[in-house]
């Protein structure tokens, strides 16, 4: 038995929220619920876990942790407007590649891929949850046209967002 404290991840924060926002009711809630645990355990067994066996550093130092979530929280908080790498880097106070290569060790996925992450699964939970019309929820995660805003969202999902409202897929 081991004890480590690992940094709550993209990926983690997303599983613990649809774990507590179960859309389903009755039986369906429970196996639902089964379903997120055994994903979000599989997740943090990934995350403390090199190829070597060897635990990943995740951090150098805490000033740079405070940039990287400042970084992750501007991606989240702008999913209307993407904002531009350069930017980001910009407003944290570190270079575009280290906090290129500082994301990715952080987070295990590139800014971009964070990003659209949350745009899509934001995407998702409007489709879902809000009900929303196709059309305004492409314009709600920053795209102009419907057709583009499908098209990524089939090759995020592999299935259009007309079909995720209904759970056909």
Same mark, same amino acid.
């Given at each position: 038995m081991w004890h480590r404290q690992i940094?709550?991840? =993209?990926?983690?924060?997303?599983?613990g929220t649809s774990l507590l926002d179960c859309p389903y009711g009755r039986s369906i809630r429970?196996?639902?619920? #089964?379903?997120?645990?055994? #994903?979000?355990?599989?997740e943090v067994l990934t995350?403390? #876990?090199? =190829?070597g066996g060897a635990i990943e550093p995740r951090v150098r130092s805490n000033s740079e942790a405070r940039q990287l979530e400042d970084a992750r929280r501007m991606l989240v908080s702008n999913l209307r407007e993407p904002i531009r790498i350069c930017d980001i880097a910009r407003a944290i106070g570190m270079s575009k590649s280290k906090l290129k290569r500082a994301f990715k060790a952080r987070y295990g996925v590139t800014i971009f891929e964070y990003g659209m992450e949350r745009r899509m699964q934001h995407a998702l939970e409007l489709l879902r949850c809000k009900g929303m019309p196709v059309g305004q929820v492409a314009h709600c995660v920053g795209y102009r046209h419907q057709t583009s805003f499908a098209a990524a969202f089939q090759s995020f999902f592999g299935f259009l967002p007309s079909k995720a409202r209904s759970g056909i897929h």
């Open positions: 940094d709550l991840s =993209p990926t983690l924060l997303y599983l429970l196996l639902y619920a #089964e379903a997120k645990a055994l #994903e979000l355990l599989c995350l403390t #876990e090199q =190829p």
